[in-house]
């Protein structure tokens, strides 16, 4: 399976719903790609891979939202950041379980995922968070 | 030596920008151009204006598409070719982009360039899921990072990195609120105090309300002509002298940093560049304060300071109105406000003014040379414009 499956973002969080970070990886010149995407972006190689990322990584930057679209306003405030997985690649999400306070920039966080439920509209992706680690 | 001109501005207008209630874009761009045709009466409408290129951003608004033709019948510019350009903020910055290039083509010798938007019939939470829009959506935008939160991520970095305070952020909204209450049509017209910018609401922090550019209805057009004809219709033409533009990964998050705008830094370059000039050859500039920490970094990716040092530039007031480089004369996104499609154009109006000295209270003497920097969303496009006094 997952050497067939298509390079894109609706994989990813498909891959998310089996628990599983996953990005493609180019098998000309080495350039993992995150988020996935049909082609290399360093050497236009379509010949890829996926492989599997380690869910922990370092905070780089954060913020704490108080005001949000509609379909967040239940959630505020909410705090968000960019996290630097281990290998380097970066990912943006929620960060929660942690008083807003304790949150430092470099701190370690994990990826935590969320099934997702059966949505009545496009798209049904999980959606993942980070967590203290 | 500095370059020759690609398009010469011999014309600009600007609706009033603010709560215009019961208008719709389309009524609010025909009162920008109005004013356009009226400041230039040399030029015949119907019979010199050849092409139309128009910025606006989103179609969710007022639930209307296709901006190009609708905006030129109500300019009463019916059948010229009239097309939109869309890059999020810096839509108007592409529209006058398009223009320059269409007169370099030779296709044309005369031109309007424009942009518009109609926000303020809409709810906050509505505006903001509109605006969100710009930015990544399966990964931004589905985590529930909002537009204010891609630019509160950038201001906690470079705070971190820099020492940047909110403070400093805060001088940046005093400046720009000091600046449009001396412009008869900025949105906010009011002073603002350190004290009330700080403790105003939090919206991400560290951004608060004094932090964000506002919420407005608004349109801007410039009237642009081949550089040799612009004399033919007014004395006081403005030269544009270079022209940038640049994109970026749409995710802040793929990008290598998150303290200064990488299109921007690079759309500067290629207009320093074609202008043959340098950075302290500016004397006045807009630049894209859709948040203070924008035009701290806005200073940085300019050159008109090292990386780091945004927050001092404006602590020692060199970009006040009376200071060495005054910059967002006109009040800015923050106080003039931020009709998100007329921003670019509604830019170089602004320098078409002080150029020519018809900024009246707001005018900075003496002044030849001017840039505009205008960014779309959290900077994955940014476009930046040369000009000089003809
Ligand atoms: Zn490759």
Known sequence: MSETAPFTIEQFYKFMNEGKVMAAKCKKCGTILLPPRPMCIKCHSNELEWTELAKRGKLLTYTIIHVAPPQFQHLIPYAVGIVKLENGLKLPGMIRGIEFEKIKIGMELQIEIEKAQQAQTWPSWPKYYFKPA | ?390
């Open chain 2, 1 to 390: 030596m500095i370059g020759k001109p690609l398009a010469s501005i011999v014309s600009a207008g600007l609706s009033k920008f603010g709560k215009i209630e019961g208008l719709y874009a389309r009524e609010l761009f025909a009162l920008a151009a109005k004013e356009a045709f009226e400041r230039c009466p040399n030029i015949d409408p119907k019979k010199d204006v050849q092409a139309l290129f128009i910025g606006h951003m989103g179609e969710s608004y007022e639930h209307q598409g296709h901006t190009g033709a609708t905006v030129a019948d109500w300019a009463g510019l019916l059948h010229i070719p009239a097309t939109r350009t869309e890059c999020a903020c810096a839509s108007s910055g592409a529209a006058l982009r398009a223009g320059i290039m269409a007169i370099m083509s030779g296709l044309y010798d005369i031109v309007m360039v424009g942009g518009v938007e109609k926000m303020t019939h809409r709810s906050t939470p509505e505006v903001t899921e509109f605006l969100a829009m710009a930015s990544d959506f399966p990964f931004e935008q589905w985590h529930g990072i909002t537009f204010p939160g891609l630019y509160a991520l950038m201001a906690t970095a470079h705070m971190h990195k820099y020492g940047t305070t909110e403070e400093q952020l805060a001088m940046v909204a005093v400046k720009n609120h000091h600046n449009g209450c001396l412009n008869p049509k900025a949105h906010m017209q009011r002073e603002v105090t350190l004290e009330k910018a700080l403790s105003s609401r939090v919206i991400a922090w560290p951004l608060k309300l004094y932090d964000c550019s506002l919420i407005t209805d608004g349109a801007s057009c410039l009237i642009l002509t081949k550089p040799e004809i612009a004399k033919k219709y007014t004395d006081m033409p403005v030269h544009i002298i270079g022209s940038g533009q640049a994109s970026d990964s749409i995710g802040i998050y793929e990008r290598e940093q998150f303290t200064s705008l990488t299109a921007a830094k690079e759309a500067a370059k290629q207009a320093y560049k074609m202008a043959g000039l340098t950075p302290n050859d500016i004397q006045v500039a807009e630049v894209h304060d859709c948040f203070t920490i924008a035009e701290i970094i806005a200073y940085e990716d300019l050159g008109f300071c090292k990386p780091g040092e945004g927050g001092k530039l404006i602590e020692e007031g060199v970009t006040t109105l009376d200071g060495s480089l005054p910059v967002n004369t006109s009040g800015g996104l923050k106080a003039k406000g931020h009709p998100v499609g007329a921003t670019g154009t509604a830019q170089a109006y602004e320098i078409y003014l002080q150029l020519t000295g018809q900024a009246e209270k707001r005018q900075v003497e003496n002044v030849e040379i001017g840039l505009t920097h205008n960014v779309g969303g959290s900077g994955a496009t940014a476009t930046v414009h040369i000009y000089r006094r003809g």
